[in-house]
């Protein structure tokens, strides 16, 4: 059970964290002057790693060990859709995000900002499910406890 918890409470930070981002802090990029924009990124670049670092290596750890040694009674079919959606924002960061945040890191640009924009939404889904996947699975171990 405490695997369980930590998986949860990491996933619903994270996706506290991603919806901040998506719809408050990204669409605000656009309305930083030109000519301070490289710093601004790099600031948020740093400060955002700080905040998120360690609550997604704990969920990071925590699907890895939930598909090694699933707690008794918690469905495989659960496990592996954490899995899945845990890794797909992964995904997304190195394919998009990382991408258009160097792009960024040379200055504000349009088309730059557009694909972190867009792009950011699959992770935004994917941890929203992942939340309620980390519920879901709670709550079985709590009713068959």
Excluded: C, K
């Amino acid at each position: 059970m405490p695997v369980v918890l930590a998986h949860l409470v990491s996933t619903v930070f994270l996706t506290g964290m991603i919806w901040t981002i998506q719809v408050v802090h990204y669409p605000l990029f656009a309305l930083v002057g030109q000519d301070r924009f490289p710093a601004y990124e790099a600031a948020h670049s740093a400060r955002i790693t700080a905040v998120i670092a360690l609550p997604w290596a704990v969920q990071g750890l925590t699907t890895l060990a939930l598909l090694l040694v699933p707690p008794a009674g918690l469905p495989r079919g659960l496990v592996w859709a954490a899995a899945v959606l845990a890794a797909l924002p992964v995904v997304v960061t190195v394919l998009a995000s990382v991408p258009a945040h160097s792009a960024l890191g040379e200055g504000f640009d349009a088309a730059a900002h557009a694909r972190l924009v867009t792009t950011n939404w699959l992770r935004t889904a994917a941890w929203t499910l992942h939340s309620a996947v980390a519920v879901g699975m709670l709550v079985v171990l709590v009713r068959r406890g």
